[in-house]
């Protein structure tokens, strides 16, 4: 059985830890947090902008059945 780390594929241990530490050469070690938290902003912006969707889709659904 392999595990696969969503789109980063057969990827082992090391070759993260070498990717880690090239991202940690390009950015330095102070850009690293800011650059986590935009990323952490943009996800939790997408998850609400899909449950937005959802939540009209549902309200469709429940418009047409009356």
């Known amino acids: 059985m392999t595990n696969h780390l969503l789109f980063l594929g057969n990827?082992?241990?090391?070759?993260?830890?070498?990717?880690?530490?090239?991202?940690?050469l390009l950015f330095g070690g102070k850009k690293i947090p800011e650059l986590m938290r935009?990323?952490?902003?943009g996800i939790r912006s997408f998850k609400e902008g899909v449950n937005n969707i959802e939540k009209?889709?549902?309200?469709?659904g429940e418009e047409t059945n009356k």
Do not use: C, F, P, R
């Open 11 to 24: 990827l082992g241990g090391g070759e993260i830890i070498i990717i880690a530490l090239i991202v940690l």
């Open 56 to 60: 009209d889709i549902e309200k469709a």
């Open 38 to 41: 935009g990323i952490g902003k």
